[in-house]
Each structure stands twice: as structure tokens, then as C-alpha cells.
């Protein structure tokens, strides 16, 4: 769920790799590179974590854009350069069913819906409206509970949401209107929609929470977690449940089948999954294996989940559904 530009992080870049420590395999003599298109705060956990866990030195993570990844992933199979990849769980699913790219991979946590055996959930990502409540009262505006309340010519240049043909986190917008209305009265509330955010449908997941903190725009939609933060932060920012739902999508981690040579990709997979749990979880406040617990201010009002597997052959679709929308 990010913008696409390119980020070096975690261990420096070096011909020298550190000599392991703590739970690092002794023998290991490179880097394990890491692709994620997790938001910077996820990374943050992420190396935290494996730093914490001695594995400092002996990773590199690299993050991209979503769809960016994904089409390296889909183009290069396990010819792709990472050794372990964090990503969209139905990217990682529908490279596996067309490039068979992953190993197995398990641990002793129990996945609410199951899990691969090949991919193991990270964090989950929940979509909301989210309003800059000086602004709203400013502008004489009424708090929206809809998304189809933002349809309203009063709102006109006033939302933003982020593109579905460059995020993620668009989706989730998408997935919520024609759920709730159809194609074909969703494709109607959809563009005016479009209409009334003019210049403000942004390439990136986090550029809605931007202006709606900065006050240029009132209202946005995007991550609720971003808007919680926000709201703690003690700045002018509520945010609200759409009776359209909060839909949600999940992040994975998965190992890339290198013929063998993956026992070390393997341990910092596995560190992730469930070392970084904990901290991903307050920052991501959505139960993904038996047993965990959210706090109950952070439980969404309208929880959902698309009724069938998301898939890159369904974003298409709904990425076709919105670029009809645009016209």
C-alpha cells in the first residue's frame, strides 16, 4: 500500500556481510533481500524486530509500490531477486497458482482463515472515511456516514481518496461501493465520486490522510489506523465507519523457492510472521490467527470481507469498473 518510489532500508548496503549472531545461521555468507510493499511504518516494525532478534547485517529490505511488485513478481517468478517477499496476500496467492515461486512455509500460529502453506499473514488493512473536523465545521459541511454522502456537490474539491489503478487501499473504496450498490448504481456513485474529488484522487494509500491533516481537503478515505493515529496525535481528526463497510485486506510474507538455499529466508520469515506480530498488530489492529485480541476502540463498525477470494483477475475487473467510471 505504497507509493511507488523506490526505498533502500534495513541493513546497509555492502559487500561485507556482519557474522551472525543470536538466532543466525553461523554459515551464512549473504544478505537475504527482502521485497515489501509494506507502508513505512510496517517496515519500521520489521526491522526493528529482525534487529532485535540478531539478524542485523544479514538482510536488505527493498520496498515498492504494489502493482509495481506485483508485475515483477507475475513477469519473474522465481528468477526475481528477493529471497523473501511481504505483499498483498491475493498477489502472493495468484503468483504462487501461476509461477508455483513460494516454499513452504509454517509456524506454530493458527491463521483465522486458514492460511497457505506457502505464505504466512502479516497485517491487515482496514478502510474508512476520515474527516478534518475544523475544516468540516468551517466549510459548514455535515460528518458524513456514507460513502455516498460524499457524492453531494458540497463536497466538491473537498475528498480524496487514493487511485485503485495505483493502490491498494483504493480498493478498498471500490470493493466497499459495489458491495453495498451494484454495478450499476455504483458506477454512478463512483464517478460523481471522481467528479467531486477532482485533482485529489492520489497515487498513494497515505496521500488522502496528507490533506485531510493539512487541512486542503475535509474528508478522505483511506486506512482508519492512519486516522486513529492521527486523531492521538491530538490533531482535528475524527474518523468514521461507512455503513457500506469496512472492507479489509491482508498482507503475507512468503519465502521464494531458490532450489534449496533457503534456510536463512526461511528463519526471517518466520521471525516476521511472528516476532513483529505483536507490534504489527497495534499498529494494524486486525486479528489474524487464534487467540488474538484488538482493542475494542479499534474494532471497526462495519467489518467485511469481499464474499469471494480476492485475486488479481478481480482487482482487473474492479480497476476496469473504475476506469469506466472515469469517462
Not at 555468507?29 to 521485497?35: A, D, F, L, R
Not at 509456524?107 to 497457505?116: F, M, Q
Not at 491487515?124 to 476520515?130: T, Y
Not at 466549510?139 to 487511485?163: E, H, M, Q, W
Request: charged content about 25%.
Amino acid at each position: 500500500m505504497k507509493k511507488s518510489t523506490v526505498m533502500m532500508l534495513g541493513a546497509v548496503s555492502s559487500a561485507i556481510v556482519l557474522g551472525a549472531c543470536g538466532g543466525v545461521a553461523a554459515d551464512s555468507k549473504e544478505q537475504v533481500i527482502i521485497y515489501s510493499n509494506a507502508d513505512d511504518e510496517a517496515v519500521e516494525v520489521m526491522e526493528a524486530t529482525l534487529d532485535d532478534k540478531g539478524y542485523k547485517g544479514q538482510y536488505l529490505i527493498q520496498s515498492f509500490g504494489t502493482s509495481e511488485l506485483g508485475g515483477k513478481m507475475m513477469a519473474e517468478g522465481t528468477d526475481i531477486e528477493a529471497d523473501v517477499i511481504t505483499m498483498a496476500s491475493y498477489f502472493i496467492e495468484s503468483a504462487q497458482q501461476s509461477k508455483s515461486m513460494f516454499t513452504e512455509l509454517s509456524s506454530d500460529l493458527k491463521p483465522l482463515d486458514e492460511g497457505a502453506t506457502y505464505a504466512l499473514p502479516i497485517l491487515g488493512n482496514v478502510g474508512s472515511i476520515f474527516i478534518n473536523t475544523d475544516l468540516l465545521a468551517q466549510k459548514g459541511l455535515p460528518v458524513p456516514t456514507t460513502i455516498k454522502d460524499l457524492t453531494d456537490a458540497k463536497y466538491k474539491d473537498l475528498i480524496s481518496f487514493p487511485n485503485i489503478l495505483d493502490s491498494s487501499t483504493g480498493w478498498l473504496l471500490v470493493q466497499a461501493i459495489i458491495s453495498e450498490y451494484g454495478e450499476k448504481e455504483g458506477q454512478q456513485v463512483l464517478a460523481d465520486l471522481i467528479n467531486n474529488a477532482g485533482p485529489h484522487i492520489e497515487s498513494s494509500g497515505s496521500g488522502p490522510i496528507k490533506k485531510v491533516k493539512t487541512g486542503e481537503v475535509a474528508v478522505g478515505f483511506g486506512l482508519r489506523i492512519q486516522a486513529i493515529d492521527a486523531k492521538n496525535e491530538g490533531l482535528p481528526i475524527d474518523y468514521i465507519d461507512p455503513t457500506e463497510g469496512n472492507f479489509t485486506l491482508t498482507e503475507s510474507v512468503a519465502v521464494v523457492d531458490k532450489d534449496g538455499d533457503e534456510a536463512l529466508a526461511l528463519e526471517i520469515a518466520k521471525v516476521i510472521a511472528t516476532e513483529a506480530r505483536a507490534d504489527l498488530l497495534e499498529q494494524y489492529p486486525v486479528a489474524l490467527y487464534e487467540g488474538e485480541q484488538v482493542k475494542e476502540e479499534h474494532v471497526p463498525t462495519y467489518l467485511k470481507k469481499w464474499e469471494t477470494t480476492l485475486t488479481v483477475d478481480l482487482l482487473e475487473k474492479h480497476q476496469a469498473f473504475f476506469k469506466e467510471a472515469q469517462r
